[in-house]
């Protein structure tokens, strides 16, 4: 392996990267995203027979957005001498600036929409009509595991069990603020748990594969990593990371054709966005037309609402089916559990790697070892992407 580099030969790189790394710890976009009143206006909206504009409040914002832009742009990356990593540096100030932006326009309706698009774009026609092949399929099989059984504090168990087979050590905290059932925060290796959500089985071990399994362990590379940007994230890295993630679902046995309904059925949400739905207009769209139960269509609407329109969660879908057909080719995942990185940059984190600018992983996906996916649907699905 490499010599680990942080000689005078990189001293600029590194002197770069520490300041990006200082500025970036305000602007984890998850911290203020998540709306601080979630079950009163679920309650208002279900109580005006789903004709309700939810008002939503948020955290408030714990810097100066401009300062912060200003400090970004005022990096001497032209010290870095290496151009693709120069480059690689550049995407990542605009890349962060562009989070910047979405943060100090949340709650702003269109205005937080339109940075949301410049960061995480929106669906493509193809990612719509793969979106609505995975509709077609019947997912009506009853089994027992899918049962609602598990309370947070459960869960909690679970997943300090399931941790077991990892060599590291993260929090785990259950909040009432949550529109996800579960969510790891990057920069303080928690994972939360939301308090009010009745867990099944099934759930459980997506959850854990998906979330320890993944975003926890790329966490953890990354804090292995001389530069920081592996912790801080690449550009795209959400599209690649939850493609991961959905991937160890799939290769652990635990992906249904529900969870790759309910990716599509985001899909279809955010092109609602595009279309100019409001809150009631998407929920409608997906309760009445797709006869999706009120809370699934709700926690559905809600994602894709908050802020004003987020459309990060059409690219969970396009995330599996780049990671599926990648891994299908025989690619090398380990390079992709580096941190929070993404496939487009490969080529750049081989370089580094061949530099001693950045390490292999420590830890790796154990779901990816062995294929326990039993379900030959699936598998026909998730190869027939476009």
């Known amino acids: 392996m490499s010599q680990i580099k942080t000689t005078e030969e990189f001293q600029d790189l590194f002197d770069i990267d520490a300041n990006l790394n200082r500025l970036v710890k305000n602007i984890e976009l998850l911290n203020y ?23 939503f409040n ?11 832009h200003r400090l970004f742009f005022s990096q001497r990356l032209e010290r870095i001498e ?10 990542i100030i605009y890349e962060y600036s562009g ?13 937080f929409y339109f940075n949301s698009l410049k960061s995480f774009g929106t669906p493509t026609e193809k990612d719509i009509e793969n979106a609505k092949f995975i509709l077609r399929f019947d997912d ?35 909040s ?3 529109s996800a059932a579960a969510m790891v925060l990057n920069n303080t290796q928690t994972l939360v748990l939301r308090k009010s959500h009745k867990y099944s089985l099934n759930q459980l071990k997506v959850l854990t594969n998906h979330e320890i399994g993944v975003h926890m362990v790329t966490t953890f590379n990354a804090l292995e990593q001389p530069l920081k940007i592996f912790s801080n994230g690449l550009p795209n890295n959400v599209e690649t990371q939850e493609g991961l993630a959905v991937y160890s679902e799939f290769m652990s046995g635990c992906l249904t054709i529900e969870r790759l309904k309910e990716l599509a059925f985001r899909v279809i949400a955010v092109d609602s966005l595009n279309k100019g739905y409001n809150f009631a207009d ?47 080719a025989g690619n090398d995942l380990g390079i992709l559990l580096t941190g929070k990185v993404s496939q487009e940059y ?25 294929n326990d996916n039993t379900n030959p649907n699936l598998d026909f699905i998730l190869k027939s992407l476009k």
């Open 33 to 55: 995203i998540n709306p601080q009143n979630i079950a009163a206006e679920k309650k208002k909206f279900y109580s005006a027979k789903f004709n309700y504009e939810p008002e």
């Open 58 to 68: 948020y955290p408030k914002m714990r810097f100066n957005g401009y300062k912060l």
């Open 82 to 91: 290496d151009e693709d990593i120069r480059q690689l540096y550049e995407d």
């Open 99 to 111: 989070l910047i932006e979405c943060i100090e326009t949340i709650g702003q309706g269109r205005k």
């Open 140 to 174: 009506s099989e009853f089994d027992e595991e899918m049962l609602p059984m598990y309370n947070a504090s459960e869960a909690r168990d679970y997943f300090a069990e399931f941790s077991k087979r990892y060599d590291f050590k993260y929090n785990i905290k259950i």
């Open 176 to 178: 009432n603020n949550l």
């Open 282 to 328: 998407t929920f409608h769209l997906l309760h009445n037309q797709h006869k999706l139960n009120r809370d699934k269509a709700f926690a559905i609407t809600l994602r894709v609402h908050r802020g004003g329109g987020f459309t990060k969660d059409h690219l969970y879908l396009k995330g599996i089916r780049n990671i599926y057909k990648y891994a299908k």
């Open 346 to 370: 490969i080529p750049n984190m081989n370089k580094l790697i061949d530099l001693g600018l950045a390490v292999k992983p420590k830890y790796f996906t154990d779901a990816y070892v062995v």
